[in-house]
């Protein structure tokens, strides 16, 4: 009975993380809302993920607010480079949309969506790797293109996760609720194992057994 009651543990710790998947959502989805500060609230949100709902090294809002302030200066004209991109990918999905009554235009339509896959993992990429890594915008996106491409199994995962997710969220604004948070921790089970190849320090523990300290590693 100890153990169910443990804060550390059973129904305590779910609670608790529950409430930091809700809170740390909300939290996104306010600091979102200027549009030019998506790319550090987003760092923020996987950063606060990873450090405080999977490996319980920090509280979940100190660890946000923490990365949100260290991403600013990069994580704004990175925003801004990313919705130009996301710009033109939608535009290229309602022009394909209308124009697939067709039998050819339908083969474009689906041609296209295979077609963005890499574009879109690109994406993806950018704001975890912010996150964990200390770079200036172009070694970001060319860091992105690298990764998504050299896995791309994993890139095309996380690509279909991030629609779908968004989809619902767009479609029941509700899931707002726990989709950024959820979003970012399943992203997180593939994009960790990748970052921890070219960076072993970001291992969610040292060979001592001791948690890591709280690194970014230079790009």
């Not at 987003?42 to 809002?61: C, G, I, Q, S």
């Not at 993806?124 to 996106?141: D, E, I, K, N, S």
């Not at 029941?172 to 726990?178: A, D, E, G, S, T």
Request: hydrophobic share 50%; glycine share 6%.
């Amino acid at each position: 009975m100890g153990k169910f009651f443990d804060p550390e543990r059973g129904l305590w710790s779910l609670l608790s993380t529950l409430v930091d998947i809700c809170g740390l959502s909300l939290l996104w989805a306010l600091l979102c809302l200027p549009v030019v500060t998506i790319g550090p609230a987003t760092a923020a949100l996987y950063y606060a993920v990873v450090k405080a709902v999977r490996r319980k090294d920090r509280e979940a809002f100190h660890a946000f607010f923490h990365s949100f302030r260290q991403n600013l200066r990069t994580g704004i004209p990175a925003t801004l480079l990313w919705a130009a991109a996301l710009a033109l990918f939608l535009s290229g999905c309602m022009i394909m949309y209308a124009n697939r009554g067709t039998q050819w235009g339908y083969i474009l339509y689906v041609a296209y969506y295979v077609a963005m896959a890499l574009p879109l993992g690109v994406l993806c990429y950018v704001f975890p790797l912010l996150a964990r890594f200390t770079c200036g915008v172009g070694g970001l996106y060319r860091t992105a293109f690298q990764l998504a491409l050299r896995h791309l199994p994993s890139t095309v995962v996380v690509v279909a996760l991030t629609v779908k997710m968004t989809e619902l969220t767009i479609n029941h604004w509700w899931p707002v609720l726990f989709t950024p948070a959820v979003t970012a921790l399943i992203s997180s089970l593939f994009l960790e194992r990748i970052f921890v190849k070219y960076a072993p320090e970001l291992a969610e523990t040292e060979p001592d057994g001791e948690p890591e300290e709280d690194q970014r590693e230079e790009e």
